[in-house]
Nanobody, 124 residues
Framework: QVQLVESGGGSVQAGGSLRLDCTAS????????ISWFRQAPGKEREGVAT???????LYSDSVKGRFTISRDNVKKSVYLQMDNLKPEDTAMYYC??????????????????WGQGTQVTVSA
């Protein structure tokens, strides 16, 4: 089991940037699946970015080219750099980890460790 704590959310105008941080304890394995999800009010939780098999990345079409997922193994942290933000990016953002093998695809049912979430609000 791994504990996850997100930070870095906030309010920004459209076109702006934010970086979300997710700190894990006790640690992350290089082969863990790590994803960022988001959930807007009244909508289902959706995956936006996944880091798997070390350094492989996958992004949803809605954020491709604007968001970047990365990790710092020394700091036990995972990041989501969000650029050119749009009002439709407004949501609660969650970091999630899957350990022990299996599918890394960013569906909520594939993940068994979740952070508490951090709010991102983008105004027009």
């Amino acid at each position: 089991q791994v504990q996850l704590v997100e930070s870095g959310g906030g309010s920004v105008q459209a076109g702006g940037s934010l970086r979300l941080d997710c700190t894990a304890s006790p640690q992350l394995s290089r082969l863990d699946c790590i994803s960022w999800f988001r959930q807007a009010p009244g909508k289902e939780r959706e995956g936006v970015a996944t880091l798997y098999a070390g350094e492989q990345r996958l992004y949803s079409d809605s954020v491709k080219g604007r968001f970047t997922i990365s990790r710092d193994n020394v700091k036990k942290s995972v990041y989501l750099q969000m650029d050119n933000l749009k009002p439709e990016d407004t949501a609660m953002y969650y970091c999630a980890v899957r350990q022990g093998g299996g599918s890394c695809y960013f569906l909520p049912r594939n993940y068994n460790n979740w952070g508490q979430g951090t709010q991102v609000t983008v105004s027009a």
